[in-house]
């Protein structure tokens, strides 16, 4: 077998034993938390006996083991309830909200990729100067303050004092896009209006950045420490000792070895902005499936709880199985220790 | 490849250079925008929060409606009705057509209530004394109670009346003939005759609605062509949209300083009243508040001013006016505003010398999602030491203290909570507060037995002229003034930041507003300036 699918295939596998242990882990906990969800999805006013009635349509009258019984076999016809937060299948919620929320990450992740790395290789190429100085400064910036006060400051200066951008959502009200894949940026290309692309990818840039900034001080400082380090390296002597042009040596010999670490933070970065892009999402009135998963966690919806929890999981299994693949790519070693073992 | 980036460079900056253009509607159609914290429920027979009521008071119509300015109901889809006490029989318009276009017909009211009773969601409860509706012919519909119920046609502002023809096309999944009895179908689209139809719902983002042009009563032209109810906004995120011409009304959650804020810069502010109240309840099921004069201490010692000062946007509005008892000034049956309770220190202390109960510590808990309740609990604390009261300051998720009400032992010494009268009538306010029947729950954590009280507030349930009903609700509320078993902290107001784009005389003149909250976003009734 060859050691790259070797190695999905491992990885893949202590995927689904984490997601099966996650899914246990959430089930149960979503049910000892305070407060009777019946309760709570029927409002202040509904009477003991409304109460009782919807307890025993969830099944919540049942011990535990016999609702997470009754809770792997729906899920095994792919029907994960009904949320009582939006009175609507889970999975019509997941699917509606889930395409906003990897959208605005996967810009975020593009930006980190985009501007990250390049300030990381500017600054080790020109160490100690103020270029490097004024680099690592506005990097720590990024990394100091969480995504939502970036969300708030960035709203501010450029969609209130200096109107360029839209203060919320995803695309004007004025324009109506049929939705095919959920991703606004690619449904107003698939309808041909490239008026209403310009307009989505308008309404994307600031909460985009906003959840970036931070994954871009990361990356930048990492990738920077990493390639200080390798250019003190013999190899890269040796290749300056050759009269190799700066531009390769910096390219080929310094980044790419350079680049292991950072790519496997800003996996990580990637994976977790899924679950930690709530505030921005709220800030901006985005309407994305970490919104969602708040908000069924505070009004304690059970199903959509576990649903959102879930799919957030996969998500980062998944991101995750993708960066080691990459870093098996781009590093031999891995490679070829996957097929010694 | 070079093509395509230059292709998309360009439509990316067509669209930034655009910014001004997109972000207003086209000048020939007229938007309204709002917001509610949480999400609107459409489902009729599931309505209980104020997003829901606004969408109700919309897409839906109602036998009856509430009074503008007056109180009490008028004829609305129902041209009259005639009573015996138990069984009311209304006659429907002939004019009237939903939505679809199917005429409305009793048939309709009976499905409507059937339905609502079947699901036992919502304010379902307001009809559990309804025997069942009949339809004597198509524009005849007959209501019989199990016993005398006066409130039942203030209840009947909860009913909003579904086409029914439309909703058993409509039918999902479910057991029995009536399947989920068009549930899934109406969480997403309107089956009403309101003066708005659903064009889109997105739970997580917002409702939109458009003008019926078919209307019974006809949608004045400048009333907004299209709504847009948003929904989850942070409070910084409406005070820019506000502030840049990108919304026009508020929710009422937007904390003071915000509402402040917004004043200052222009913004008109809007305010519903008379239907809530904010109540400070005292467990009176165990020491020290099963002692009167504990109860009396404390509610002596609470600095009324200071607590409608804490809620004041400007010098002339306000969240909070004086209360002068459990029923909100102006509701039936209240207390005159002359009658409003004031901090009186020494009265405070000679009660406390009285009470049984000596050297104790109480417990002021606060709903975690309600921080301003937390300022309240600090304010109680500050006030009860003046007196030698100790205190301890709580905080408790809504969810566990919901809970906890539900046996005095774990009840707090002191909770608070904020009440609405879902219909406007006394009762719905009351009567789960402070009936010996209905203890132990989050409105009844005083845990009050008397038996005054109960037989008072029976009485307003069975009484049918109004003169007796007022006059019952009147000596109740004394009743309860000399019972204390709660502190009446304030009357509540709903405060809405608005621009000036829309005038909205149901939230701003008081001869034209309602006294159910919710109604006063009845957005035909709102004009667009612009």
């Known amino acids: ?341 | 490849m070079k093509t395509m980036v230059k292709s998309l460079a360009a439509a990316l900056f067509a669209g930034t250079a655009l910014t001004a253009h997109l972000a207003s509607p086209a000048l020939a159609e007229t938007v309204l925008r709002v917001d509610e914290v949480a999400v609107g429920e459409l489902d009729p027979g599931k309505a209980t929060d104020y997003a829901d009521s606004v969408l109700m008071f919309n897409v839906y119509d109602t036998l009856v409606l509430s009074a503008q300015g007056s109180g009490g109901v008028v004829p609305h889809l129902a041209e009259s009705w005639e009573t015996d006490g138990v069984t009311y029989t209304f006659k429907l318009r002939g004019d009237v057509k939903f939505q679809s276009g199917n005429p409305l017909t009793a048939e309709d009211v009976v499905f409507s209530l059937d339905r609502m009773k079947t699901l036992g969601q919502g304010l379902s409860y307001l009809f559990a004394g309804v025997q069942g509706a009949e339809a004597v012919d198509g524009s005849t519909v007959k209501f019989t109670l199990s016993n005398p119920y006066s409130p039942f046609l203030s209840a009947l502002l909860r009913l909003p009346i579904v086409d029914k023809k439309l909703v058993m096309a409509n039918l999902g999944e479910g057991d029995g003939e009536m399947k989920d009895w068009g549930q899934a179908f109406l969480s997403t689209n309107g089956a009403g005759t309101g003066a708005y139809k659903v064009v889109s719902h997105n739970p997580q983002q917002e409702t939109v609605l458009a003008k019926n042009a078919d209307y019974f009563l006809g949608v004045p032209a400048k009333a907004p062509d299209t709504v847009r109810y948003r929904y989850g906004l942070e409070a910084a995120t409406v005070r820019t949209l506000i502030a840049q011409g990108e919304h026009d009304i508020s929710s009422q959650w937007l904390p003071p300083e915000v509402l402040k804020s917004l004043a200052a810069e222009g913004a008109q502010l809007l305010t519903e009243s008379g239907g809530s109240g904010f109540y400070v309840k005292m467990n009176t099921a165990k020491p020290p508040f099963d002692d009167l004069n504990c109860r009396l201490a404390v509610a002596n010692a609470f600095d009324y001013d200071a607590a409608i000062k804490m809620v004041a946007i400007t010098d002339t509005v306000s969240q909070g006016s004086p209360a002068s008892g459990p029923l909100p000034v102006g509701m039936m049956g209240s207390l005159p505003a002359a009658d409003a309770f004031k901090r009186d220190l020494d009265a405070a202390k000679k009660h406390l010398s009285e009470c049984q109960h000596k050297d104790f510590t109480l417990e002021l808990s606060w709903i975690g999602e309600v921080p301003l309740e937390e300022r309240f609990a600090l304010l109680m604390q500050a006030n009860f030491a003046e007196i030698g009261i100790k205190s301890e300051v709580k905080k408790v998720p809504w969810a566990l203290f919901t809970e906890m009400v539900t046996k005095p032992e774990n009840t707090p010494n002191i909770s608070q909570v904020f009440v609405n009268a879902v219909t406007g009538d006394p009762d719905t306010l009351i009567y789960g507060m402070y009936h010996s029947s209905a203890s132990g729950t989050w409105q009844s954590p005083e845990y009050l037995k008397d038996a005054k009280v109960d037989e008072l507030l029976d009485k307003g349930r069975t009484v049918t002229a109004q003169e007796d009903r007022a006059a019952a609700y009147t000596e109740v509320s004394k009743r309860l003034r000399e019972l204390q078993p709660s502190i009446y902290a304030y009357d509540q107001t709903g405060v809405f930041a608005a621009s000036k784009r829309v005038s909205v005389p149901a939230l701003s003149d008081p001869s034209k507003g309602f006294s159910l909250n919710g109604m006063g976003f009845t957005f035909r009734l709102m004009e667009m300036n612009e």
């Open chain 1, 1 to 341: 077998m060859p050691p790259v699918v070797r190695l999905l295939a491992k990885r893949l596998g202590t995927s689904l034993v984490v997601l099966i242990g996650v899914s246990m882990l959430i089930f149960a906990i979503a049910r000892v938390i305070p407060g009777d969800p019946a309760r709570i999805a029927l409002g202040p006013n509904a009477s003991a006996d409304q109460v009782a009635a919807l307890r025993e349509r969830l099944n919540l009258d049942q011990p535990i083991v016999v609702q997470y019984g009754h809770f792997v076999a729906d899920l095994m016809r792919g029907d994960l309830g009904v949320s009582l937060y939006t009175n609507r299948p889970v999975t019509t919620d997941i699917v509606q909200f889930l395409p906003a929320t990897l959208e605005l990450v996967l810009v975020a992740g593009v930006m980190m990729v985009v501007f990250g790395l390049p300030l990381g290789v500017v600054s080790a190429r020109y160490r100690n100067s103020w270029i490097d100085n004024l680099v690592r400064l506005v990097t720590l910036l990024g990394v100091s303050a969480p995504a939502f006060v970036w969300a708030v400051i960035l709203m501010l200066a450029f969609a209130y004092f200096l109107p360029l951008f839209p203060i919320a959502g995803r695309i004007s009200d004025t324009m109506t896009i049929p939705t095919v894949t959920g991703f606004l940026m690619v449904d107003t290309l698939i309808a041909g209006d490239l008026r209403a692309f310009g307009n989505a990818a308008w309404h994307i840039v600031l909460p985009a950045f906003a959840l970036a900034l931070s994954g871009i001080g990361q990356a930048a400082r990492l990738t920077r420490s990493n390639m200080v380090e390798t250019y003190d390296k013999p190899y890269i002597e040796m290749a300056q000792s050759y009269g190799f042009p700066e531009r390769r040596i910096a390219g080929r010999y310094a980044f790419r070895p350079s680049m292991i670490p950072s790519l496997t933070i800003i996996g990580l970065d990637f994976a977790a902005m899924l679950g930690n892009a709530f505030l921005v999402e709220a800030v901006f009135a985005w309407p994305g499936l970490s919104r969602y998963g708040v908000a069924v966690i505070l009004r304690k919806d059970l199903n959509a709880i576990v649903g959102t929890v879930l799919i957030i999981s996969a998500m980062f299994l998944i991101v995750n199985v993708i960066v080691d693949l990459l870093i098996a790519f781009i590093n031999p070693r891995i490679r070829y220790s996957q097929r010694a073992s």
